[in-house]
Structures are given as structure tokens and as C-alpha cells.
Nanobody, 131 residues
Framework: QVRLVESGGGSVQAGGSLRLSCAASAYTYSRNCMGWFRQAPGKEREGVAS?????????YYADSVKGRFTISQDNARSTLYLQMNAMKPEDAAVYSC???????????????????????WGQGTQVTVSA
């Protein structure tokens, strides 16, 4: 069963923080590459960060968020997180959780969003950043 449900979006002032959560079913979470896309109006979709939930420390971050965003996981809850700090107005977008169940086809297995690969998507959560 496929399930990806995001939460934690909202409004924040520039410089502030938000934490997004993605609750996943075991099928979509277990030993897969998972991460976050974002898309702002009039802009192309951007792979923000991704991680391989099966272990290891490898992660992927877009250059635009390196040093400010942190992706993490809670295996007991099959939940993915995105901690966003030092937020900027350009971070405003709809953030969607995504999963690739075929991460065995590339290496490292955390790079699904760098490769813009995803099999399943959540509905998305809106993030607004005011200047």
C-alpha cells in the first residue's frame, strides 16, 4: 500500500525555521530512497533533499539548501523529516514528499532526487516565507 502524507507546512518569516514531516506506509518507506521536491509558481520543480532509508549516512541536498536544511528519518515511525532553518523568501513553495522503490538501480542509493526519480508522491504542503 502506498501512502505519503506530508504535514508541517505553514508561514514563517525570513530567517525562521519549519520542520516538515512525511508519514509513509511501510511499502513506500522501507529500504527506499525518499526525499522532498518543491515547486514554486512559475518555477521548475526542484529536488531539495533525499536519503536512503535502508541505512548509511549518504544524503543529497540541492546547492540552494545546503547548510540550512537537514533531512532525517525515524524508522520506528516510517517518517521522513525536513528541518528547514535560516529560511529565505525563495524557499517558499509547495513541498512534496517522494519515494523511489527502485533505488537499487543507482549509487549512492540516496540520490533519487538528484536524479529526479520518484515513483510515488504525496499531496504536498505549502510553505510561505515572508521577507
Amino acid at each position: 500500500q502506498v501512502r505519503l502524507v506530508e504535514s508541517g507546512g505553514g508561514s514563517v518569516q525570513a530567517g525562521g525555521s519549519l520542520r516538515l514531516s512525511c508519514a509513509a506506509s511501510a511499502y513506500t518507506y522501507s529500504r527506499n530512497c525518499m526525499g522532498w521536491f518543491r515547486q514554486a509558481p512559475g518555477k521548475e520543480r526542484e529536488g531539495v533533499a533525499s536519503i536512503y532509508t535502508g541505512g548509511g549516512r549518504s544524503t543529497y541536498y540541492a546547492d540552494s539548501v545546503k547548510g540550512r536544511f537537514t533531512i532525517s528519518q525515524d524508522n520506528a515511525r516510517s517518517t521522513l523529516y525536513l528541518q528547514m532553518n535560516a529560511m529565505k523568501p525563495e524557499d517558499a513553495a509547495v513541498y512534496s514528499c517522494a519515494a523511489d522503490i527502485n533505488s537499487w538501480t543507482y549509487h549512492p542509493r540516496s540520490e533519487c532526487l538528484k536524479r529526479e526519480i520518484a515513483d510515488y508522491w504525496g499531496q504536498g504542503t505549502q510553505v510561505t516565507v515572508s521577507a
